[in-house]
């Protein structure tokens, strides 16, 4: 088999041609592209143990990451409010991209967190990220999610706390043992 190169071709396509003659005198035209399949480490969250424990809520991210393509070399999953900056398992996940040179995939970017600077610090780091329902959102889109993401963090609270209020008012007591555990 003999094989040659051929350049005048590479700057109409994104590969490397090469042409194969064998030893029958067949021809055989070879691209060899540089592209790889990207990899990638899976980061999943929920904030409480109910969520993690139904599965419900890692089900669904779990599919989205599955769905993403890629290689997917390790996976974390962290029980969490969104709220603290302060999560080992989301610390675990960046360092090992940083290790693999990989990309942190998220299923969503509330997942990831709900603050605006949080996502803007994580965006100005060394490790690149990806939400798997929008891979394709640049800096400036991923900012405005975030701001949008923060303020339904604010309205969840607020709603949780008028309703809280209201219960107290009808006399329901808040908190304390309830005669079982979940």
Same mark, same amino acid.
């Given at each position: 088999?003999?094989? &040659? +190169?051929?350049? #005048?071709?590479?700057?109409?396509? $994104? ?11 067949? #021809? ?5 592209? /540089? ?16 969520? /993690? ?14 769905? &993403?393509?890629?290689?997917?070399? $390790?996976?974390?999953?962290? *029980? ?5 900056? +302060?999560?080992?398992?989301?610390? +675990? ?18 997942? !990831?967190?709900?603050?605006?600077? #949080? ?20 800096? &400036?889109? !991923?900012? *405005? ?10 309205? *969840? ?17 808040? /908190?304390? &043992? ?5």
């Amino acid at each position: 088999t003999v094989v &040659f +190169d051929l350049p #005048f071709l590479r700057d109409r396509i $994104d590969a490397a041609p090469l042409l194969l003659v064998t030893s029958n005198s067949t #021809f055989v035209v070879l691209l060899v592209t /540089g592209s790889v399949m990207p990899s990638f480490i899976a980061y999943l969250r929920v904030s409480t143990d109910k969520q /993690g424990e139904s599965g419900l809520g890692l089900d669904a991210q779990q599919a989205a990451v599955a769905r &993403f393509g890629g290689t997917v070399l $390790d996976s974390f999953v962290e *029980i969490e409010s969104g709220r603290k900056s +302060d999560r080992p398992r989301l610390a +675990d996940a960046l360092q090992r991209c940083r290790e693999t040179g990989a990309t942190l995939l998220i299923a969503k970017l509330d997942r !990831l967190a709900r603050n605006v600077r #949080f996502i803007a610090t994580l965006m100005e780091s060394d490790v690149r990220f990806v939400a798997c329902d929008m891979p394709t959102a640049d800096p &400036f889109r !991923l900012h *405005i999610e975030a701001a949008v993401a923060e303020e339904e963090a604010r309205r *969840i609270s607020q709603r949780t706390k008028a309703a809280l209020a209201a219960a107290k008012a009808k006399g329901t007591k808040l /908190g304390g &043992f309830k005669g079982h555990y979940i």
